[in-house]
Structures are given as structure tokens and as C-alpha cells.
């Protein structure tokens, strides 16, 4: 009586007539009524997760352990784990209205299954969120398993609810059923980020007179020079914790004009190798675009990389299906094409040598039918004695070109930057400085002697110098 502060009214209470002890220390008369326990093994193969865009498959596995398994049948749901619902519609379908950002695209069976096995009342239905198969019959000890398509169009965490249903008798449909419930909750995650960035040619930019305007908007559009090469660096980083193989990265356009009025150079063409991009690592490929007509508003189609997940068993066994590759898409915005009127280069050599003399020239080309005027000034750098004008204003023809020349001559080794040289542009008021990249030397402190690769070999060397 000490160590129960409640009325015993069965003779041996300990040996606990229901499942729930507090029932039988309730003091209160109750008949609990249970399902037998299920001796089937349900089991869900999810492993890691999801990437947007690809068809990400989750293995189910029934088990017979204690008894056999008849008119089973597998219910599958996906539910949003925020509560917001699967259904959002997509960028580029703003008034769809069958756009999920999850969606279950189906269920496969075993290879060589055969629809007899299944039995005569095989059911199969498939919906975007809901799914229903037949289990066939199993005897006690045997296993079948199934595959569940699934699709990300969009990162969001769901949770997958598998439940099987089947009867103890294998002669009475409407027998009694016992059932199973399984859950997983399994996270969409974007696999790669792709970004852009236009650039000029080293050591030469074109004037473009509306990057001169000195009213910042945002909504600007990129201004690249007519007829002129403009160089497209693309960036691909892996923003998801498992590794991706890139097959290829490409520039695609729906539209005959667009190829039409721009060229697009290292557009195509696989990857060598087929790169690995481990997480956090970034990808990048160079394309040169040359515009060829004059518009405010120039399409350049979109970049296409295709990629997959990196699996150990894919690695291993040599898989290369070509339905497991992705192709994400990413377009490029608009561009301003416009006439440059001057075209500015700088030429120097590749390397220099202490205390030899070597020319810095400076071109500027006039591609108009005006007469332009430039004024030149140079500063002077500490690690070079420069020969030329310092300050000067030269009159450059329509459709012809300015040289102007200077004799440098290096003081110390390493690498140095060459004196800087600024133009103005007096007609549209407009100044060009060089970059630091631009304006950068290596000075040797002797002549150098290098080792020149065979031309016949393919695969390029690094050049070493002695």
C-alpha cells in the first residue's frame, strides 16, 4: 500500500491486463481493443538531400517477417513542412496553375516484374502530390521493393508520408486490414548558382558614351561596343553538400535573329574531363560575344550547364546514363549595343628585363566620321625611367589611329607597374585610365631562358623559366 497511492482492484495487478499501465492503476474498469502488431518491415531509402531540378528517387523496401503479406497497397503523400502547400507558380508560368514547386512524377516496381504478380486488381495512380500502387503478394520472408520519382522545381522542405495497407487473408478482400505508416522529411536545396560578368579585352577598352552618363540607375542596361569583342566570364558554384560532375556549359538562343545578331565564340563543346566541383567551389568558363547590330536592346539567349550529383555507385560501376544529367538554365539579361567612337589599346611586351629599354605604346582609334581630340598625361612610376611626351593633345582623323610611343626602362625587378597613362576624351568628356592589371609588368633581372614545348603535342606544358 506504500508505493501506490491508488486502490488495487484486480487480485495481481502487476501483470498488467492492458498495454497501458496507467489503465490498470486507474482503478477504473477499461477494455482496450489493439490491432495486432504488424511483423512487416517498411522501410524508406532517402538518403541526403534533394537537389532542384533533378529526379531524385527514394526506395521503399516491404518486408514479410512474421506473416504474409496479401492485397497490399502503398499510399504515398507529400506534405509541405512550413504549412505554405507545394503549389507556387513558377517564374517563367506566372498564370499556371498546375506549377508545383515538389511533384511526384511516379513509381517503379522491380526490373521483371511482371503485372501478373500483381494480381488482377492492380492499382496504380499517380498525381502530383499523391500517389497509390499495388504491393504484391508476399509469403513470409520475402521482400519487394519500389522506386518513388520525385522532382524539385524549387527549394522547399517537405515531409514524404508512405503508408501500407494489407490483409492477413488472402481469400477475403474485405478481411480486416492492418496497416503501417512511415515518414521522411527530406529538404529541396538549389545545386548550383550560376552568375555572369561582362568584361573588356586585356589591355583594350572601347569609350562608350553612356557609360558617361553621370546619373546612376540601377536599371541600366550593360553597354557593349559594336563590332568589338567583349569577353563573358561565367561563373557555376556549388552551393549543395554533395559533390556535382559539369558535363558541358553552353550559350543557347530560341530565336534565329539573336544568332544572327550576335556571335558567340567557346559556346559549345563538352568539358574536358568532365570537371568535379566539389561544395563551395566555383566553376568559371570565358566566352567572347561580338555584337553585330546596333540595339538598345539586344538579347543574348541563355547559359546551359548540365550537371549531376556525384554518386560513389555511378563512379564506381561506370554509369554514364544520359538521363541522369540536369541542364540548368540561366538568362542573360539584355545589353545596350552601341557604336564606340574611340577604341584605346595598350601594347607592351610580355615580360621585361632590367636595365633593357622597351617600348610602352598607346593607341587610340577613331571610328567616327568626326575629328576627335584626346589629351594625354602621363605620371611617372619610381621602378621605371619613362622617354615621351608627359602631357600632350593630339588630333585624331575619322577612321584612322594615334600612336603614341614611349621608351621605359626598368629600375628594379618583380613585379612593377608601368607609369600611368590617362586620356581624355574632350568631346564627350569622357577620361580612360588603365587598370592595375593592365598596367602591370614583370621585370627578370636577366635575360631568361625558357623551355619551349614540342608543337606537335596536344596538351599544353607550363613554360619554365631558368
Not at 508545383?100 to 516496381?109: A, K, Q, W
Amino acid at each position: 500500500m506504500d508505493d501506490l497511492p491508488l486502490w488495487k482492484f484486480e487480485a495481481r495487478v502487476e501483470t498488467f491486463p492492458t498495454k497501458d499501465p496507467a489503465l490498470a492503476f486507474s482503478g477504473q474498469k477499461a477494455a482496450q481493443v489493439e490491432e495486432p502488431d504488424p511483423q512487416v518491415d517498411l522501410t524508406l531509402g532517402a538518403s541526403g538531400p534533394a537537389l532542384v531540378g533533378e529526379h531524385f528517387m527514394v526506395p521503399v523496401t516491404v518486408t514479410a517477417r512474421g506473416h504474409a503479406i496479401h492485397f497490399g497497397e502503398l499510399k504515398i503523400n507529400l506534405v509541405d513542412v512550413r504549412g505554405d502547400g507545394l503549389f507556387s507558380p513558377r517564374e517563367s508560368e506566372p498564370f499556371s496553375l498546375d506549377s508545383h514547386n515538389v511533384e511526384l512524377l511516379g513509381i517503379t516496381g522491380p526490373e521483371g516484374e511482371e503485372e501478373s504478380q500483381l494480381g488482377p486488381d492492380k492499382i496504380t495512380k499517380i498525381q502530383q502530390s499523391f500517389g497509390l500502387y499495388s504491393v504484391p503478394s508476399l509469403e513470409v520472408g520475402k521482400s519487394w521493393y519500389c522506386k518513388l520519382e520525385i522532382k524539385w522545381h524549387g527549394p522547399k522542405p517537405i515531409m514524404l508520408y508512405v503508408s501500407l495497407g494489407y490483409s492477413l487473408d488472402g481469400t477475403d478482400l474485405n478481411a480486416p486490414r492492418t496497416n503501417i505508416h512511415k515518414s521522411s522529411q527530406i529538404e529541396g536545396k538549389v545545386a548550383v548558382q550560376i552568375s555572369h560578368r561582362f568584361m573588356a579585352p586585356f589591355r583594350r577598352d572601347a569609350l562608350l558614351p553612356s557609360r558617361s552618363n553621370l546619373v546612376s540607375d540601377s536599371d541600366q542596361l550593360e553597354s557593349l561596343p559594336l563590332n568589338e569583342t567583349s569577353i563573358l566570364l561565367v561563373s557555376a558554384k556549388n552551393c549543395c553538400e554533395v559533390p556535382l560532375q559539369l558535363l558541358s556549359m553552353s550559350i543557347e538562343v530560341d530565336d534565329d535573329k539573336i544568332e544572327k545578331s550576335c556571335s558567340e565564340q567557346l559556346g559549345g563543346g563538352d568539358l574536358l574531363g568532365s570537371a568535379i566541383v566539389v561544395p563551395g567551389e566555383e566553376f568559371k568558363k570565358v566566352f567572347t560575344i561580338i555584337p553585330k547590330v546596333d540595339s538598345s536592346k539586344l538579347q543574348l539567349g541563355s547559359v546551359h550547364l548540365k550537371w549531376r550529383r556525384l554518386s560513389e555507385v555511378e563512379s564506381q560501376s561506370g554509369s554514364t546514363s544520359v538521363a541522369s544529367w540536369v541542364s540548368t538554365k540561366h538568362k542573360l539579361p539584355d545589353v545596350n549595343v552601341e557604336l564606340s567612337p574611340l577604341i584605346v589599346s595598350l601594347e607592351c611586351p610580355p615580360y621585361a628585363v632590367l636595365g633593357e629599354p622597351f617600348t610602352y605604346s598607346v593607341k587610340v582609334r577613331n571610328q567616327t566620321e568626326l575629328l576627335q581630340e584626346v589629351k594625354f598625361s602621363s605620371v611617372d612610376a619610381q621602378s621605371f625611367v619613362l622617354s615621351g611626351s608627359h602631357n600632350d593633345t593630339a588630333f585624331v582623323l575619322p577612321k584612322s589611329e594615334h600612336i603614341l610611343h614611349y621608351k621605359v626602362v626598368a629600375l628594379a625587378s618583380g613585379l612593377q607597374h608601368l607609369p600611368r597613362v590617362s586620356l581624355t576624351a574632350v568631346r564627350y568628356s569622357a577620361v580612360f585610365q588603365p587598370s592595375t592589371a593592365a598596367s602591370t609588368v614583370f621585370v627578370f633581372p636577366s635575360e631568361p631562358h625558357f623551355k619551349i614545348a614540342d608543337a606537335e603535342e596536344k596538351k599544353m606544358e607550363p613554360v619554365a623559366a631558368d
